[in-house]
């Protein structure tokens, strides 16, 4: 392998090495939009939604960042943090558990790539609990109301941004690799 384990760290990775795609070479992109397996299907509604919880925190962030309402960012941005940390947190352990296992029985040649997605899935880990701990404590200043409640709230907004990139190249990356081994080797492992 040609890059070195920094380069394919979550947070410094632009893409996957090459020898990660070769399902994907087989089974393109443009090819997903018809025809796919069932479980394929709901692999890519989960991420769709992942995207969507970020984009919607995102503009919460925006709306606040703009007007400057705390109480309204308080009042929408806990319940959708909490839906967001529960959904991926859940959604992960069932990968890192059930199926990434399954899958490099199915195709060990993809093993790499999978242990890759489980190292994201444990950095990833990391920012859930750091949005846990900034947005309970957002939560607790704002029913205090602290008047660090501002900063507070300007803290979870970074990491909620700062999240994104990393957050949205796993999606992508790990559609890369799930979505054409489903299609191509199935899941009867």
């Known amino acids: 392998m040609s890059e070195t384990p920094d380069a394919l760290a979550l947070a410094a990775r632009a893409a996957l090495p090459a020898e990660f795609l070769y399902l994907r070479d087989a089974f ?11 479980t394929a299907a709901f692999w890519l509604q989960m991420h769709a939604s992942f995207r969507g919880h970020q984009a ?5 962030i925006a709306q606040w960042r703009a007007n400057g309402d705390s109480a309204a ?3 929408q941005l806990i319940p959708a943090l909490q839906s967001f940390l529960q959904h991926l947190d859940g959604h992960h352990r069932i990968e890192s558990g059930q199926y990434f296992p399954m899958m490099r029985r199915i195709e060990p040649k993809i093993g790499a790539g999978i242990d890759l997605l489980d190292r994201d899935h444990d950095a ?6 750091a949005l846990f701990r900034d947005g309970l404590a957002f939560h607790q200043a704002m029913t205090a109301r602290a008047s660090d409640a501002a ?11 700062g999240n994104a990139r990393p957050l949205l190249r796993h ?7 799930v979505i054409p081994l489903i299609q191509l080797r199935g899941l009867h492992g």
Do not use: V
């Open 28 to 38: 393109p992109r443009d090819r997903w939009a018809s025809a796919l397996d069932e």
């Open 56 to 60: 919607h925190m995102d503009g919460l």
């Open 73 to 75: 960012l308080h009042r």
């Open 124 to 129: 990833i880990h990391e920012t859930l609990e």
């Open 151 to 161: 900063d507070k709230a300007d803290r979870l907004s970074d990491l909620i941004a």
């Open 171 to 177: 999606l992508e990356d790990e559609e890369d690799i």
